[in-house]
């Protein structure tokens, strides 16, 4: 019994640079993630289970979720359909932080922000 608890347990356990920050759930296009942000990356866990889920539609909604979560725009994305993290532009000034080693997966850009105040995000994932 153990093993199984202590497997479901790291289901939703952070990676290490962003443990110790507390998530924030956030629902998009029917995926639930649990974001968390740290000195100008946030990770984002999918917390739903799906079968063979698209990473074009993951990294879609997870960086719409990230984006809608911490009020920054997504500069870089990377990760597979359970954990994607992202490189933050929080209009502040600050350099957005290399991706970490390797290639990127996903980019994106952003529109200009709609009446709303939403932007329409545009990913292509390698």
Known sequence: ????????????????????????????????????????????????????????????NGGRAIERATGCRVAWLRGDPSVLLAGLDCGDGRAVPRPPRGRSICTGTVSAPHATGESDLEFTCD
């Open 1 to 60: 019994m153990f093993p199984l608890v202590l497997f479901l347990s790291c289901c939703t356990t952070p990676g290490p640079r962003h443990i110790g920050v507390a998530p924030v759930r956030v629902e998009e296009g029917g995926m639930s993630f649990s974001i968390r942000q740290r000195r100008g990356t946030a990770e984002a866990i999918r917390r739903n289970a799906m079968w063979l889920p698209r990473m074009r539609d993951v990294a879609r």
